[in-house]
């Protein structure tokens, strides 16, 4: 079954930098959109950011120029790495394969960001 397991969340300092790292199986990666989600405190769950299976990538708005997603076909892994983090990053971090009518999410990885 769909298997996705993300490490790499903590607590940082706002400015500072976390890299999100998320390990698939259980399904062909490679032909795959997968994105990363977040649910931040009392807001609605949001799309940061996605791939395509060729490497194209969507941003949030709120997030452009901060974080980067990238994937890594051989290994199955997708990664989003944040940088200039700031305090309303704080969040619940989900990694997510967005299929066509379902799509699989995994358990999450929390972000803190706080001084």
């Known amino acids: 079954q769909v298997q996705l397991v993300e490490s790499g969340g903590g607590l940082v300092q706002p400015g500072g930098s976390l890299r999100l790292s998320c390990a698939a199986s259980?399904?062909?990666?490679?032909?795959?959109?997968m994105g990363w989600y977040r649910q931040c405190p009392g807001k609605e769950r949001e799309l940061v950011a996605r791939?395509?299976?060729?490497?194209?990538?969507n941003y949030a708005d709120s997030v452009k120029g901060r974080f980067t997603i990238s994937r890594d076909n051989a290994k199955n892994t997708v990664a989003l790495q944040m940088n200039s983090l700031k305090p309303e990053d704080t969040g619940r971090y989900y990694c997510?394969?967005?299929?066509?009518?379902?799509?699989?999410w995994g358990q999450g990885t929390q972000v803190t960001v706080s001084s």
């Open positions: 259980g399904f062909i990666f490679s032909v795959n959109l």
């Open positions: 791939i395509t299976s060729s490497g194209g990538t």
């Open positions: 997510v394969l967005i299929g066509i009518g379902q799509s699989y």
